[in-house]
């Protein structure tokens, strides 16, 4: 009878680990080697990305994201930016030469963190949620997961979308943020 007990128990109480619900329930490491909890972006909309300093994505990626967010703000969007060195090995500088570069290249103002996988046994638990989520894994460099204010994926692109595309939908939800906040004064 105890036994029995033992294993009700553990199945309603059991999980080792509680699954995570939102991307925003994430902790992950910033690209200085800061612990961040990425529900300092809830309320806002995420564009997150997995991105490659030697792609040939690159340039177009990272001007058109940095665009985003300055037209944006970060009030109200956020690109967050995983650097990735699995595809085709073109992430292969350290946390600190990545944000060196891509700071002083295309002005980079939005959050990076460290270089993570993305896909595979070792996947970040993020990339984990975002795949599993969205039913879309990350095949090559500069894969964009769009995320709602709470947290939840709304869609994901490979990189031969542009950021320009989905520039339309990003503007709309921002615009709905706004709104919501204006009825609430």
């Known amino acids: 009878m105890l036994l029995l007990f033992l294993l009700l128990f553990l199945s309603v109480f059991g999980s080792a680990e509680p699954k995570l619900k939102d991307l925003y329930s994430f902790k992950v490491v910033n ?18 990305v997995n991105v490659a300093s030697e792609c040939g994505f690159t340039a177009d990626h990272y001007r058109d994201l940095q665009k985003l967010q300055k037209d944006f703000g970060s009030s109200h969007f956020n690109v967050l ?10 992430e292969p500088g350290s946390d600190r030469d990545i944000d060196s ?7 980079v103002s939005f959050p990076l963190f ?18 599993e989520s969205s039913g ?9 997961y769009l995320i709602d204010v709470d947290g939840k994926v709304v869609d ?30």
């Open 156 to 185: 994901a692109w490979g990189p031969k979308v542009s950021v320009q595309e989905l520039r339309p939908q990003i503007s709309e939800m921002v615009r709905q943020i706004i709104l919501k906040k204006k009825d609430e004064l």
């Open 114 to 131: 460290s270089k993570i996988a993305v896909v595979g046994t070792g996947a970040n638990n993020v990339y984990k949620y975002l795949a």
């Open 81 to 90: 930016a995983f650097p990735c060195n699995q595809f085709g090995q073109q």
């Open 31 to 48: 690209s200085r080697g800061k612990l961040v909890s990425l529900e300092k972006y809830r309320g806002s909309v995420s564009l997150v």
């Open 101 to 107: 570069f891509v700071r002083r290249v295309y002005g």
């Open 136 to 144: 879309k894994e990350p095949d090559w460099n500069f894969w964009k």
